[in-house]
């Protein structure tokens, strides 16, 4: 069992989308309010407050079903420039106590804040005085988790939301873990846990006390890790820059798209977010793969990855639509488009030293690397303009006038950031 003083904090805003929408509009207080897309557009709940959780409505379930559950339900479309900005000085509370500081979404982060003691107190002061800061500064509420680990952390402010703040000491670990159900571990999901209660392991307490070379042979890696778990044992750091495995863009048409046209415009207006969405970040992706679902729910997808790493609307897009034209034919229900093998445009692209200088070539000189350079000076003025005047100052002609691609228009179409812990 882990016998650290408690150091990790783990913060977590409390329902923060529809947090933010009551916040900006008191008459919303107290009316079931949430954040999502129109019910008639296959739209999801994106967040729920907790007067509509009473209804049982929650987060990622579909809009026509928490209407049902919850006709009086104030539903709001998601404007995540000022979700993200509200973020950005939630964040910036967090490194006034320490640099280590790992974001695990818009609204949630681990802190470690063994080196700040000796200024702000302990980690329980600390963690109530970021409590106290956030409230003062956004008028929102977050809820605190402090212990020896990240997994207890977490589990302490989930245990205590919401408004909540929870302290978990190491020799009050045991007690604590032991009747909780097994779900509480992170890593284990709903088939993960009817294969354990199907082996007569109901509760933390269960798990632990198997033997762990017994659910290292029934779940692989898998059981020693959740093993460990469930003895409070996680030597994960906090790491104060996760690293971005992916960056992507899917959206769920409000009904099957069958024009194949239409669907490369889609298509094209995300390749052109994504590119946007990882220069803003410094990064570059290699491998291109592009996700679609047809009517029946079956699911494709396709990956090429290129010679060099881009972050070019264009260049991605040209890569996605020779994939999109070998699916197969069909009303499409979803279309996305993600980059992977991510790095970072400070570290130099090794161009080619010969070259034919013809159209293919990579090599400084040929016209294919002249119009990179081009394209490159070009987007970076584009990129100034869309910071300046908001992202739908300069698109592509062919977008002109499609304002409700890129999920844009509250349905369930999103930016997704894959991080590695």
Known sequence: MNSKTPTILHVDMDSFYASIEIRDDPSLAGRPVCVGGPSDQRGVIAAASYKAREYGVRSAMPTAEARRLCPDLVLLPPDFDRYTAVSREIMTIFRQYTPLVEPLSLDEAFLDVAGSERLFGDASAIGRQIKREILRRTGLVASVGVAPSKFLAKLASDLSKPDGFKEIQAHEVRELLDPLSVSKIYGVGPRTALRLEALGVRTIGDLARRDKAEVAREFGATGVWIHDLAHGIDTRRVIPRREEKSHGMERTFPTDVSDREELRLSLL??????????????????????????????????????????????????????????????????????????????????????????????????????????????????????????????????????ENLAGRDGTDGRVELDGGE
């Open 269 to 402: 207006s995300f390749c052109e977010e994504v590119a946007f969405g990882l220069r803003d970040k410094g990064l570059r992706g290699r491998t291109v793969t592009l996700k679609a679902r047809y009517g029946d729910f079956t699911t494709v997808t396709r990956t090429k990855t290129l010679d060099h790493a881009t972050n070019l609307g264009p260049r991605i897009y040209s890569v996605a639509r020779e994939l999109f034209e070998k699916l197969p034919p069909g009303p499409l229900r979803l279309l996305g488009v993600q980059l992977s093998g991510l790095s970072d445009v400070r570290v130099p692209v090794q161009e080619s030293l010969f070259g034919d200088g013809g159209p293919g070539t990579n090599a400084p000189g040929g016209s294919s690397y002249d119009a990179r350079l081009k394209l490159e000076r070009a987007t970076e003025s584009v990129d100034k303009l869309r910071r300046k005047f908001g992202d739908r100052a300069v698109v592509p002609a062919s977008l002109l006038g499609r």
